[in-house]
């Protein structure tokens, strides 16, 4: 007989093996056999090194075969037994569920109730709006037109066309919002002035998730459409919020910013809690960090609800309350605010 | 983009470079980096000429989204001069006469602003013979001609391109072409479907012109200039922002062209860079002839506004009319007229072209007023408010109470992400969960991305397996949260579990027992917390839960909750059972009082000592029926510092063949033998162990009188 026609009988002889192995063991005998320390697929192994090229190639083929079957096959048991174990595990029911400590809110919602209690207090009502948001209230009734650079400030998460049938185009097709500004929209093309809210809540950005970079963070929004009003005035609430928020010391800057939806726009920093506004390493030598941005809504998107910018103003401030929640409660990495991890949140 | 020391200093005069940071930060330049010696010494910097060396300093600056006129170092040394009151010098031009040609140029797209082309044919040189002040970020390898053309970019933010005379053909025309293959000179072949500007030639082909470029964004890989080439013809043009952006977007190309072109060129400074780019020829000692063909559109013409007073006032206060402010003005480069403002209330301004895409409105010009006067020192206007509180939504107040509550109890707030990994919805699929229903979600570039939860099970069971894997004893958690699903759409819930530990009691009959009373606890205090007694329960199991109940209010489910099916909590490497339970927040807030709905400052607070617990053991024997936990509660009652009291251990002999136990685990039957551990702690001490012997003393007496 050849060497080929050997191996190939041992190819055969490895299935039929196999094959029968399977039908008459249990599964974790069959995985102890095949895949053991000193088991079948070790020895075929061993063997596999002084074969010829195309035969050698045939064999794994058939070994990786067998092997992957089995691994997954140990996988299910593993599960299996896990399952069995949790389903016929006596209880402990006369466990007294004592020595209960208090728990914690999460950084974010402590921030969110934190600053809802000041703006309540100062008139403001908190509203809310779904995220699945239309591409219009996201984008559009916000001057944020499409194929604008401004656009790709903020990448977009696009929800598949719940009726598929209907082959919705591209462009109306909702977005999961990428900012709570998105509450904008909503609220003027229904309130009468005086217009004095506030919007915490999730948004989403398509960005490359790292240790400070998420695909969803928190927001939170402020919205004031009133008459005889202006940056002074909104400049002036923004500090006082950011005083409670921060402490009377806290050292505020506003600079120029641009967004589509507001103008005269401005970025809000605070010092660096380090360097206190004289520029260190941590801030990358700027002094200040920015926590969020303001400004004048933009007599376009005033119009495009019916409201006469020449008569009325509408002042806007957001913050990204995930970063300033994870800075407030010293928790170096945005990501570890979500992965629900206690040993992180307990400590808060 | 990059602010580079030894260009920006030829046309300010700056002594101390990184001083420039504070007026950029208030400008709106926002530094993000700063970076010196980035130029390794090498054979291209000793003979180049002007001031190049191997110490070269770097402002990284991010730049706004709209501001296509700050990709420009000459315009950012215009503003910094205005801000500093420096003088600012024009670059060096050349300034001869160009004999213009009216055959280089014969058609205009709508979307094309300005079509300029220059023959330029030069002596032939290298690299080495251009005296640029420098070479950061600038391509080494490629033809000398595009080397200077990239810098005239990188100086005055006119993208230029060079086609070899050898391989086109004037009259060069711009023409909006769709559904059209084109090679372009990074080697790849891309398909044009949407209307998009090609610059074309007249090389004769089939039918129509020849695409030499795609517009302000890449030129074709049959005109491009090879070494070699010292006779090209050299592009300057404008493009409407949008269009470049449309075919960019459709394309997934990116250039350094359709970056500045995306964001707004100055429609007026195309002859000027190719002036620059010949000037620079000229100071490098390297002779050239060059003809000019010219065409821009119709409607080209600097933007016309009324400003008013009024309208800075509001804005900016005093500040906003103060006449220095006109004099800024005037220094950017708009037209204002101080003295017709002051009389009337308003002027008309003339912006300059170089802000056609930025200034459309006169808000757009008191953003330009607000980032010179310093929005820092706009005199602040307190804020009056009628004191009246705001409101806030039903679910959301009921959210802030159930919060308060569960913190008392012991939970801990978690955040979750919205998303089902890929993992959890191939474990949905393959425990037959109906995942019809999920809600897809892809990127921008049509990549499946994720699916949006529409549940919080697998979350929150992930959740505490993830803890008990990380040695947390009793992980208990809640998220206020949303889920979404094609037929319901999105919905607020509340929904929480925990999972405790377990003995080994060989004689325990109802397996499933574990923590249910601790789950309906929570439940329902809950309910009874938000004054809600009314309630009805109804048992059911489905493919999460096994002991599941749901809790009705007139007939509306409003909260549900169970053990999770061991199943799962397997798959999730939980080693531990895990009770779970949601209360869905919208159809729970349509029975709350008004009145009673927000009772987050009244929440009564769980006791919690920084000093440090004892505990002591006792062993009892039962020999009656006795209710332990009013037993217990007696005792806590009487003695301030039993913070806690635990039964750790039970034996109960020969518990089968009596057959009489009650399935309330509160009493316990007949004979048995309990292990009764008492926790004791202070809020204000750590206690001695003396005080500790002496209340255990007492405890033990007390037991004794009443357990017989």
Same mark, same amino acid.
């Given at each position: 007989?050849?060497?080929?026609?050997?191996?190939?009988?041992?190819?055969?002889?490895?299935?039929?093996?196999?094959?029968?192995?399977?039908?008459?063991?249990?599964?974790?005998?069959?995985?102890?056999?095949?895949?053991?320390?000193?088991?079948?697929?070790?020895?075929?192994?061993?063997?596999?090194?002084?074969?010829?090229?195309?035969?050698?190639?045939?064999?794994?083929?058939?070994?990786?075969?067998?092997?992957?079957?089995?691994?997954?096959?140990?996988?299910?048991?593993?599960?299996?037994?896990?399952?069995?174990?949790?389903?016929?595990?006596?209880?402990?029911?006369?466990?007294?569920?004592?020595?209960?400590?208090?728990?914690?809110?999460?950084?974010?919602?402590?921030?969110?109730?934190?600053?809802?209690?000041?703006?309540?207090?100062?008139?403001?009502?908190?509203?809310?709006?779904?995220?699945?948001?239309?591409?219009?209230?996201?984008?559009?009734?916000?001057?944020?037109?499409?194929?604008?650079?401004?656009?790709?400030?903020?990448?977009?998460?696009?929800?598949?066309?719940?009726?598929?049938?209907?082959?919705?185009?591209?462009?109306?097709?909702?977005?999961?919002?990428?900012?709570?500004?998105?509450?904008?929209?909503?609220?003027?093309?229904?309130?009468?002035?005086?217009?004095?809210?506030?919007?915490?809540?999730?948004?989403?950005?398509?960005?490359?998730?790292?240790?400070?970079?998420?695909?969803?963070?928190?927001?939170?929004?402020?919205?004031?459409?009133?008459?005889?009003?202006?940056?002074?005035?909104?400049?002036?609430?923004?500090?006082?919020?950011?005083?409670?928020?921060?402490?009377?010391?806290?050292?505020?800057?506003?600079?120029?910013?641009?967004?589509?939806?507001?103008?005269?726009?401005?970025?809000?920093?605070?010092?660096?809690?380090?360097?206190?506004?004289?520029?260190?390493?941590?801030?990358?030598?700027?002094?200040?960090?920015?926590?969020?941005?303001?400004?004048?809504?933009?007599?376009?998107?005033?119009?495009?609800?019916?409201?006469?910018?020449?008569?009325?103003?509408?002042?806007?401030?957001?913050?990204?309350?995930?970063?300033?929640?994870?800075?407030?409660?010293?928790?170096?990495?945005?990501?570890?605010?979500?992965?629900?991890?206690?040993?992180?949140?307990?400590?808060? | 983009?990059?602010?580079?020391?030894?260009?920006?200093?030829?046309?300010?005069?700056?002594?101390?470079?990184?001083?420039?940071?504070?007026?950029?930060?208030?400008?709106?330049?926002?530094?993000?980096?700063?970076?010196?010696?980035?130029?390794?010494?090498?054979?291209?910097?000793?003979?180049?000429?002007?001031?190049?060396?191997?110490?070269?300093?770097?402002?990284?600056?991010?730049?706004?989204?709209?501001?296509?006129?700050?990709?420009?170092?000459?315009?950012?040394?215009?503003?910094?001069?205005?801000?500093?009151?420096?003088?600012?010098?024009?670059?060096?031009?050349?300034?001869?006469?160009?004999?213009?040609?009216?055959?280089?140029?014969?058609?205009?797209?709508?979307?094309?602003?300005?079509?300029?082309?220059?023959?330029?044919?030069?002596?032939?040189?290298?690299?080495?013979?251009?005296?640029?002040?420098?070479?950061?970020?600038?391509?080494?390898?490629?033809?000398?001609?595009?080397?200077?053309?990239?810098?005239?970019?990188?100086?005055?933010?006119?993208?230029?391109?060079?086609?070899?005379?050898?391989?086109?053909?004037?009259?060069?025309?711009?023409?909006?072409?769709?559904?059209?293959?084109?090679?372009?000179?990074?080697?790849?072949?891309?398909?044009?479907?949407?209307?998009?500007?090609?610059?074309?030639?007249?090389?004769?082909?089939?039918?129509?012109?020849?695409?030499?470029?795609?517009?302000?964004?890449?030129?074709?890989?049959?005109?491009?200039?090879?070494?070699?080439?010292?006779?090209?013809?050299?592009?300057?043009?404008?493009?409407?922002?949008?269009?470049?952006?449309?075919?960019?977007?459709?394309?997934?190309?990116?250039?350094?062209?359709?970056?500045?072109?995306?964001?707004?060129?100055?429609?007026?400074?195309?002859?000027?860079?190719?002036?620059?780019?010949?000037?620079?020829?000229?100071?490098?000692?390297?002779?050239?002839?060059?003809?000019?063909?010219?065409?821009?559109?119709?409607?080209?013409? +600097?933007?016309?506004?009324?400003?008013?007073?009024?309208? /800075? !006032? *509001?804005? @900016? =206060?005093?500040?906003? #009319?103060?006449?220095?402010?006109?004099?800024?003005?005037?220094?950017?480069?708009?037209?204002?007229?101080?003295?017709?403002?002051?009389?009337?209330?308003?002027?008309?301004?003339?912006?300059?072209?170089?802000?056609?895409?930025?200034?459309?409105?006169?808000?757009?010009?008191?953003?330009?007023?607000?980032?010179?006067?310093?929005?820092?020192?706009?005199?602040?206007?307190?804020?009056?408010?009628?004191?009246?509180?705001?409101?806030?939504?039903?679910?959301?107040?009921?959210?802030?109470?159930?919060?308060?509550?569960?913190?008392?109890?012991?939970?801990?707030?978690?955040?979750? +992400?919205?998303?089902?990994?890929?993992?959890?919805?191939? /474990? !949905? *699929?393959? @425990? =037959?969960?109906?995942? #019809?229903?999920?809600?897809?979600?892809?990127?921008?570039?049509?990549?499946?991305?994720?699916?949006?939860?529409?549940?919080?099970?697998?979350?929150?069971?992930?959740?505490?397996?993830?803890?008990?894997?990380?040695?947390?004893?009793?992980?208990?958690?809640?998220?206020?949260?949303?889920?979404?699903?094609?037929?319901?759409?999105?919905?607020?819930?509340?929904?929480?579990?925990?999972?405790?530990?377990?003995?080994?009691?060989?004689?325990?009959?109802?397996?499933?027992?574990?923590?249910?009373?601790?789950?309906?606890?929570?439940?329902?205090?809950?309910?009874?917390?938000?004054?809600?007694?009314?309630?009805?329960?109804?048992?059911?199991?489905?493919?999460?839960?096994?002991?599941?109940?749901?809790?009705?209010?007139?007939?509306?489910?409003?909260?549900?909750?169970?053990?999770?099916?061991?199943?799962?909590?397997?798959?999730?490497?939980?080693?531990?059972?895990?009770?779970?339970?949601?209360?869905?927040?919208?159809?729970?807030?349509?029975?709350?009082?008004?009145?009673?709905?927000?009772?987050?400052?009244?929440?009564?607070?769980?006791?919690?000592?920084?000093?440090?617990?004892?505990?002591?053991?006792?062993?009892?024997?039962?020999?009656?029926?006795?209710?332990?936990?009013?037993?217990?509660?007696?005792?806590?009652?009487?003695?301030?510092?039993?913070?806690?009291?635990?039964?750790?251990?039970?034996?109960?002999?020969?518990?089968?063949?009596?057959?009489?136990?009650?399935?309330?685990?509160?009493?316990?039957?007949?004979?048995?033998?309990?292990?009764?551990?008492?926790?004791?702690?202070?809020?204000?001490?750590?206690?001695?162990?003396?005080?500790?012997?002496?209340?255990?003393?007492?405890?033990?007496?007390?037991?004794?009188?009443?357990?017989?």
């Amino acid at each position: 007989m050849g060497l080929a026609n050997a191996i190939r009988k041992m190819i055969d002889d490895i299935k039929k093996l196999y094959e029968s192995d399977k039908s008459s063991l249990d599964p974790s005998a069959l995985i102890s056999k095949w895949l053991g320390s000193n088991g079948v697929l070790k020895s075929y192994l061993a063997q596999l090194r002084n074969m010829p090229g195309e035969e050698k190639k045939r064999l794994g083929q058939i070994i990786n075969e067998i092997k992957e079957e089995l691994n997954d096959l140990k996988l299910q048991t593993t599960r299996q037994r896990e399952t069995n174990r949790l389903k016929v595990a006596p209880r402990d029911l006369t466990y007294s569920f004592g020595q209960l400590e208090p728990g914690f809110d999460h950084p974010v919602s402590a921030f969110h109730s934190h600053l809802a209690r000041f703006y309540l207090a100062y008139g403001f009502s908190v509203v809310d709006g779904p995220e699945i948001e239309t591409q219009f209230n996201n984008f559009d009734a916000l001057n944020i037109q499409e194929h604008h650079p401004a656009r790709d400030m903020q990448d977009t998460f696009y929800v598949e066309p719940v009726n598929v049938s209907l082959g919705e185009l591209q462009e109306t097709r909702d977005v999961l919002r990428t900012h709570t500004t998105a509450i904008q929209a909503r609220v003027l093309s229904t309130a009468r002035i005086p217009i004095k809210v506030v919007c915490f809540g999730k948004v989403y950005r398509n960005e490359t998730e790292d240790a400070s970079h998420q695909a969803m963070f928190h927001q939170f929004e402020l919205l004031w459409v009133d008459r005889n009003i202006g940056l002074p005035e909104l400049l002036s609430l923004i500090e006082e919020s950011l005083l409670f928020l921060f402490g009377d010391n806290t050292k505020i800057r506003f600079v120029p910013k641009y967004y589509p939806y507001t103008q005269p726009s401005i970025g809000v920093q605070i010092a660096c809690a380090l360097c206190e506004g004289v520029g260190c390493s941590f801030c990358g030598g700027s002094g200040y960090s920015t926590v969020g941005g303001a400004g004048v809504v933009h007599p376009s998107v005033l119009e495009r609800f019916n409201f006469d910018p020449k008569e009325i103003t509408g002042l806007a401030f957001g913050l990204g309350s995930s970063r300033i929640a994870a800075q407030k409660a010293g928790i170096p990495k945005l990501r570890s605010l979500y992965d629900g991890d206690l040993r992180f949140l307990r400590r808060f | 983009m990059d602010l580079i020391n030894s260009v920006i200093k030829q046309f300010i005069k700056v002594t101390d470079f990184k001083a420039l940071r504070p007026t950029l930060d208030v400008l709106g330049l926002e530094v993000k980096d700063y970076v010196e010696n980035l130029i390794p010494p090498g054979p291209c910097h000793g003979s180049s000429g002007l001031s190049v060396d191997n110490r070269e300093e770097v402002f990284v600056i991010e730049t706004l989204a709209n501001r296509g006129d700050h990709l420009s170092q000459f315009n950012v040394a215009l503003e910094l001069a205005t801000k500093l009151g420096l003088d600012i010098k024009d670059p060096y031009i050349y300034e001869e006469e160009i004999p213009a040609d009216e055959t280089l140029v014969s058609s205009l797209s709508p979307n094309t602003l300005v079509l300029g082309i220059w023959e330029i044919e030069t002596e032939p040189f290298s690299e080495r013979d251009l005296k640029l002040p420098s070479l950061h970020r600038l391509n080494q390898d490629t033809h000398p001609l595009v080397l200077l053309a990239n810098y005239v970019m990188k100086e005055l933010g006119q993208p230029m391109h060079c086609y070899s005379a050898r391989r086109v053909q004037p009259p060069f025309g711009a023409i909006e072409l769709s559904n059209i293959s084109f090679t372009a000179l990074d080697g790849s072949t891309y398909s044009v479907n949407i209307p998009s500007i090609f610059i074309t030639d007249s090389t004769p082909t089939s039918g129509c012109s020849r695409p030499v470029a795609l517009a302000g964004i890449i030129g074709s890989d049959d005109s491009k200039v090879e070494i070699g080439d010292f006779h090209i013809f050299l592009e300057s043009a404008c493009f409407h922002p949008i269009s470049i952006r449309r075919t960019r977007n459709s394309l997934g190309i990116n250039s350094d062209a359709s970056y500045y072109f995306e964001r707004g060129v100055d429609w007026a400074i195309q002859e000027t860079a190719v002036r620059r780019f010949l000037g620079i020829l000229q100071t490098s000692g390297i002779r050239f002839k060059v003809k000019r063909g010219f065409k821009l559109s119709q409607n080209l013409r +600097r933007q016309t506004l009324t400003l008013s007073k009024r309208d /800075l !006032l *509001k804005q @900016l =206060g005093d500040l906003g #009319t103060n006449p220095k402010v006109f004099d800024t003005l005037r220094k950017l480069g708009f037209d204002v007229d101080y003295d017709k403002f002051n009389e009337t209330g308003e002027t008309e301004v003339r912006c300059p072209s170089r802000l056609w895409f930025v200034v459309e409105r006169p808000e757009d010009v008191i953003q330009e007023v607000m980032r010179f006067v310093d929005v820092n020192t706009i005199k602040r206007r307190p804020v009056a408010f009628k004191m009246q509180q705001g409101t806030a939504p039903a679910v959301w107040q009921t959210a802030e109470s159930c919060r308060a509550y569960l913190n008392a109890v012991g939970f801990t707030e978690i955040i979750t +992400r919205s998303f089902f990994s890929p993992r959890d919805y191939e /474990l !949905l *699929k393959r @425990l =037959g969960f109906d995942v #019809t229903d999920i809600i897809h979600v892809r990127n921008s570039c049509e990549r499946q991305y994720a699916y949006l939860k529409s549940n919080n099970v697998l979350h929150i069971t992930n959740a505490i397996c993830h803890n008990l894997n990380h040695f947390i004893e009793c992980p208990r958690v809640y998220e206020v949260t949303r889920t979404y699903s094609k037929h319901s759409g999105e919905r607020e819930l509340l929904s929480g579990g925990f999972s405790f530990p377990y003995v080994e009691l060989a004689s325990v009959r109802n397996q499933a027992g574990l923590n249910l009373d601790f789950l309906v606890n929570t439940v329902s205090g809950i309910f009874k917390w938000l004054d809600l007694h009314d309630v009805d329960l109804k048992n059911f199991t489905d493919s999460f839960f096994e002991f599941g109940s749901t809790v009705r209010i007139n007939g509306s489910t409003v909260a549900r909750y169970g053990v999770v099916r061991a199943e799962i909590v397997a798959e999730l490497d939980g080693k531990r059972p895990v009770a779970y339970f949601e209360v869905y927040l919208d159809e729970l807030s349509k029975f709350i009082d008004q009145q009673n709905k927000s009772k987050v400052d009244n929440v009564p607070k769980l006791a919690h000592s920084d000093y440090p617990p004892s505990y002591r053991d006792l062993t009892v024997e039962l020999f009656k029926i006795v209710d332990l936990a009013a037993i217990f509660a007696d005792l806590k009652q009487k003695n301030e510092f039993i913070a806690d009291i635990k039964v750790i251990d039970r034996y109960v002999p020969q518990l089968s063949q009596k057959g009489s136990q009650t399935e309330d685990p509160k009493t316990y039957p007949g004979l048995c033998r309990l292990t009764i551990r008492f926790w004791f702690q202070s809020h204000e001490r750590s206690l001695s162990n003396e005080e500790i012997d002496s209340i255990f003393d007492k405890i033990v007496t007390n037991l004794r009188a009443q357990l017989g």
